[in-house]
């Protein structure tokens, strides 16, 4: 019999995390929409900067708990028990949010945000021990973009699922779907559970790391210590409290890890300052990727043009992705503000304050009589854009990576890091184009716009997350292998967090490319960094493996 390519716990991890993601990528799409949606449609009714702010901390703080449930499944726990905890805890979060009271919006936030802590670093610690074999090592980049790319199907698919939920039950149906989805997740992560057995080993701690778990205690005490002071504070040093309590939660994290560095023998110091350096860099990459949540969520809710031509609104009136607006009276706030100070710098376009938001820029002419209804595709259908890409596209990058190793020509894990923080800068240039081209949102910009941009920043993408993935297992020492996947998940988690600021910053732009400017500003500041150290990180990367 012909041994297998690719171990064969990675077909089940990677449905698990299909499943996972199906779960959070429904309601990540759909959760900027459902904090700005008027109650009486069945949201929150919050303005846009306060669901920027929320947003940002959630998808923060969901990143910033996997070095907590990465160290105590290192020592502790083990990584089977830890996924199988964490998966649970975030379908039970995900269910909550159905409930429309405050009280259960808010716990569910908490509940998902410990899940995740337990499940994000977990399962790909176990994928990297999988290629650990020395059969399936030289395939380690190549099985965490067959990954990647398992997380991004269950990505696309969840948001057409969301939007039939959303149009045909409401808020709470499509949140039902993305805990139903969790729990398949888990189930599914059972099934293989004879495969990825024999890898779920928890290394004994050297005597120097014993109180790694007291330390940890204590950085835990510390951080809530500093938050609290950091929201508490009179004023705000970043916006608003929540920012200012995360990044002082942060200070405590941070000691942590640069005291495992200072503590680090010889042998280990060089891949850790590796690692560190890259964490730090990827940051950037990350405040202006997680926008599609946000800014480019507003982008395509209220800049794009969402109808949908004759031929395809039957099918979208059919299979429920479509949205029904009527214009009639709507209450006018702050987004509306900015809509017509906009259209009032011509001073020709009719003023419609009475129609709602979507209609404020379109051309006077298409603009419908009072009392009808148009069809519009469903905003977080968008959020499709960029895991279609994945999806599509991380075949094709496999085999051309598969081409140049052939040829003994690959880049190091660094240099696709680099790249794709060049690749990345240049989708934020898309944008700029759609803003000159629409005139600075006078009018609706092509929904292609969007879509050019998603596609170029998602080849930035695979070259930079599973990357980052890949290099952690091949770098980090093995007793902390996913405490160091925790540290990739909190230079996410701060990068997350700082797209929520950024976000937050949206209205104060009136001229919007400047907003696309600032991002490509600190895409290429990273990816100049990147390059300046890069000599010295591909020696890493080569001595790792000659070792």
């Known amino acids: 019999m012909a041994e297998s390519k690719y171990p064969k716990g990675l077909l089940f991890l990677v449905f698990t995390e299909f499943w996972e993601r199906f779960g959070y990528y429904l309601m990540i799409g759909i959760f900027f929409l459902y904090m700005t949606t008027d109650a009486k449609d069945g949201g929150m009714g919050w303005e846009n900067t306060t669901a920027s702010d ?3 901390t959630f998808i923060a703080l969901a990143y910033l708990t996997p070095f907590m449930g990465g160290l105590l499944a290192d020592l ?3 990584y089977r028990f830890s996924i199988t905890l964490g998966g649970i805890l975030m379908g039970i979060g995900y269910c909550m949010l159905a409930i429309p009271e405050k009280w259960a919006f808010y716990s569910a936030l908490a509940i998902m945000v410990v899940g995740n802590g337990f499940f994000k670093p977990n399962i790909s610690t176990l994928l990297g021990n999988l290629f650990n074999d020395p059969r399936y090592k030289s395939k380690k980049d190549t099985g965490y973009n067959i990954f990647y790319m398992g997380i991004n ?5 969840c948001n057409f699922i969301a939007a039939i939920m959303r149009n045909k039950i409401g808020w709470h149906g499509a949140f039902l779907t993305a805990g139903l989805g969790m729990f398949l997740g888990v189930i599914t992560f059972w099934m293989g559970m004879k495969h990825y057995k024999h890898v779920d080993v928890r290394k004994e701690p050297k005597p120097e790391d014993k109180p790694l ?15 609290i002071f950091g929201w508490i504070i009179p004023g705000t040093i970043m916006g608003s409290d929540s920012t200012d309590a995360f990044f002082m939660f942060c200070i405590p994290v941070i000691y942590f890890y640069a005291s495992i560095y200072k503590k680090a023998n010889a042998e280990e110091r060089k891949p850790l300052g590796t690692m560190f350096t890259i964490f730090i860099i990827v940051i950037l990459f990350w405040a202006i990727f997680k926008q599609n949540g946000t800014a480019l969520t507003t982008y395509a809710e209220y800049y794009t043009d969402r109808e949908s031509p004759p031929q395809i609104t039957a099918v979208t009136e059919k299979l429920g992705f479509s949205e029904r607006l009527i214009a009639d009276n709507k209450e006018v706030n702050q987004v509306d503000e900015q809509f017509r100070k906009i259209k009032g710098a011509d001073g020709n376009v ?6 709602p938001l979507y209609f404020k820029n379109i051309d006077a002419s298409k603009m419908p009589a ?11 259908i968008f959020q499709s854009v960029n895991p279609f890409f994945v999806v599509i596209l991380t075949p094709i990058i496999i085999a051309f990576f598969a081409f140049m190793r052939k040829r003994k ?9 680099a790249y794709g923080l060049l690749i990345s800068a240049l989708s934020t240039l898309v944008m700029v184009g759609a803003v000159y081209f629409t005139d600075n949102g006078m009018d609706k910009a092509s929904a292609w716009w969007l879509i050019s941009s998603y596609g170029v920043i998602t080849v930035g993408e695979l070259l930079l997350s599973p990357m980052g993935l890949s290099m952690v297992s091949k770098l980090a020492p093995l007793r902390l292998t996913a405490l160091m996947m925790g540290g990739w998940q909190l230079a996410t988690s701060m990068g997350n967090k700082l797209s929520g600021v950024l976000a937050k910053n949206w209205d104060k732009f009136d001229n919007k490319a400047n907003y696309f400017w600032l991002n490509f500003a600190l895409l290429m500041f990273a990816f100049c960094v990147m390059m300046f150290l890069l000599k010295r990180l591909n020696k890493v990367f080569h001595e790792g493996k000659e070792n």
């Not at 835990?220 to 210590?225: D, E, F, P, S, Y």
């Not at 009719?350 to 129609?355: A, E, G, L, R, S």
């Open 350 to 355: 009719m003023k419609c304050n009475d129609y």
């Open 54 to 56: 929320i947003f940002g």
């Open 370 to 380: 009072k009392g009808e209804s148009v069809n519009l595709v469903n905003t977080e």
């Open 213 to 227: 778990l007291i330390q940890f205690v204590k950085i835990l005490i510390a951080g809530v210590i500093f938050a």
């Open 409 to 417: 020509k690959e880049p190091t894990t660094a240099s696709k890091i």
């Open 153 to 157: 199907l269950g990505a696309f698919i």
């Open 76 to 78: 502790k726990l083990g």
